[in-house]
């Protein structure tokens, strides 16, 4: 199984288009150590071939540019691509909105939660994928499934989905209702358990997770690899960079550090390799000369970059 990290910024990339913050600044003037990444997506290939995605961002014509494995092969046909399947962990703009650069009818698969389903349903804008060309199915909690290609052939990669702690999508909230509620337990952020013939081992992505609890870790124990929301270093980050009024926790997203951090909340799980996906612009440890990226890399963790591969 062959597993390509296509993205590793959140929402907005890196550097996002309208952030000057000294980050953003760094990456744009090529400092030294500072890199710029698209936005979160992986790409999960059984046989070399035939590749099936793990979210589709707003990128996703730059990663299939910078990515040969995803574009027509030289003897292929004239209209012709080796995404075989997209797999959608939720309904953010940042992971769904790709599906509109895909609309050539060109047949792929999209895998979704319910909810996920129901959202795309909703907004007819996602009719230019005409479900009898991109058929939509349904991801069911906890059932191991071999994802298929559109006219149901085996693309040899097997999928567990589950949900974890997060929130609905962010043009789901009730704007008039500051005061609501919007975190999700119950399917609408889901990390996928990811496998198939031959493979050493399961690679778990969860590029959005609000918090670690029992459930999660006991699934992680002895994972072969977890790429894992990165979002934050600290909870306040946007806050104290003045670039935002809100926590990660409001967005529904576990901070790196701290007593109730990934870090720590992970650091006696038996996982083999630990990989921060989903990093926010605000984010130090996108300073590869910064003292919060020794802390995660002293801590067994790795910051993810665009193009990072890893084969099990």
Same mark, same amino acid.
């Given at each position: 199984?062959?597993?390509?990290?296509?993205?590793?910024?959140?929402?907005?990339?890196?550097?996002?288009?309208?952030?000057?913050?000294?980050?953003?600044?760094?990456?744009?003037?090529?400092?030294?150590?500072?890199?710029?990444?698209?936005?979160?997506?992986?790409?999960?290939?059984?046989?070399?071939?035939?590749?099936?995605?793990?979210?589709?961002?707003?990128?996703?014509?730059?990663?299939?540019?910078?990515?040969?494995?995803?574009?027509?092969?030289?003897?292929?046909?004239?209209?012709?691509?080796?995404?075989?399947?997209?797999?959608?962990?939720?309904?953010?703009?940042?992971?769904?909105?790709?599906?509109?650069?895909?609309?050539?009818?060109?047949?792929?698969?999209?895998?979704?939660?319910?909810?996920?389903?129901?959202?795309?349903?909703?907004?007819?804008?996602?009719?230019?994928?005409?479900?009898?060309?991109?058929?939509?199915?349904?991801?069911?909690?906890?059932?191991?499934?071999?994802?298929?290609?559109?006219?149901?052939?085996?693309?040899?990669?097997?999928?567990?989905?589950?949900?974890?702690?997060?929130?609905?999508?962010?043009?789901?909230?009730?704007?008039?209702?500051?005061?609501?509620?919007?975190?999700?337990?119950? #399917?609408?952020?889901? &990390?996928? /358990?990811?496998?198939?013939?031959?493979?050493? @081992?399961?690679?778990?992505? !969860?590029? %959005?997770? =609000?918090?670690?609890?029992?459930?999660?870790?006991?699934?992680?124990?002895?994972?072969?690899?977890?790429?894992?929301?990165?979002?934050?270093?600290?909870?306040?980050?946007?806050?104290?960079?003045?670039? #935002?009024?809100?926590? &990660?926790? /409001?967005?529904?997203?576990?901070?790196?550090? @701290?007593?109730?951090?990934? !870090?720590? %909340?992970? =650091?006696?799980?038996?996982?083999?390799?630990?990989?921060?996906?989903?990093?926010?612009?605000?984010?130090?440890?996108?300073?590869?000369?910064?003292?919060?990226?020794?802390?995660?890399?002293?801590?067994?963790?790795?910051?993810?970059?665009?193009?990072?591969?890893?084969?099990?």
């Amino acid at each position: 199984m062959r597993v390509k990290i296509i993205g590793s910024a959140a929402g907005g990339g890196f550097p996002q288009w309208n952030c000057n913050y000294r980050l953003s600044r760094a990456a744009r003037s090529g400092t030294a150590g500072v890199h710029s990444r698209t936005q979160s997506s992986i790409a999960a290939s059984a046989d070399g071939t035939g590749w099936v995605l793990f979210n589709a961002s707003p990128d996703i014509r730059q990663q299939i540019a910078q990515t040969p494995e995803l574009q027509p092969a030289d003897d292929a046909p004239l209209r012709s691509t080796p995404i075989r399947a997209v797999v959608l962990t939720n309904a953010d703009v940042d992971h769904i909105a790709g599906l509109l650069s895909l609309r050539e009818r060109q047949p792929f698969a999209i895998y979704a939660t319910a909810q996920v389903l129901a959202t795309l349903e909703a907004n007819s804008i996602f009719n230019v994928l005409d479900p009898q060309i991109v058929p939509r199915r349904l991801l069911t909690p906890t059932e191991e499934l071999a994802i298929r290609d559109a006219d149901g052939r085996e693309t040899g990669v097997v999928l567990e989905s589950f949900p974890v702690p997060g929130k609905i999508a962010l043009y789901l909230e009730q704007r008039d209702d500051p005061g609501a509620d919007f975190s999700s337990d119950t #399917g609408d952020t889901i &990390g996928v /358990r990811i496998t198939g013939a031959g493979s050493r @081992g399961a690679v778990f992505y !969860i590029p %959005g997770c =609000a918090r670690i609890d029992a459930a999660l870790r006991a699934r992680l124990v002895d994972a072969a690899c977890l790429l894992f929301d990165g979002t934050l270093f600290t909870d306040d980050e946007m806050i104290i960079a003045r670039v #935002g009024p809100k926590t &990660g926790a /409001r967005m529904g997203h576990i901070a790196m550090s @701290g007593e109730a951090g990934s !870090i720590a %909340g992970l =650091a006696d799980v038996k996982i083999g390799r630990r990989v921060f996906v989903h990093i926010n612009n605000t984010n130090p440890v996108l300073d590869e000369n910064s003292a919060e990226h020794a802390a995660v890399k002293a801590a067994g963790w790795e910051v993810a970059s665009d193009g990072m591969e890893m084969e099990f």
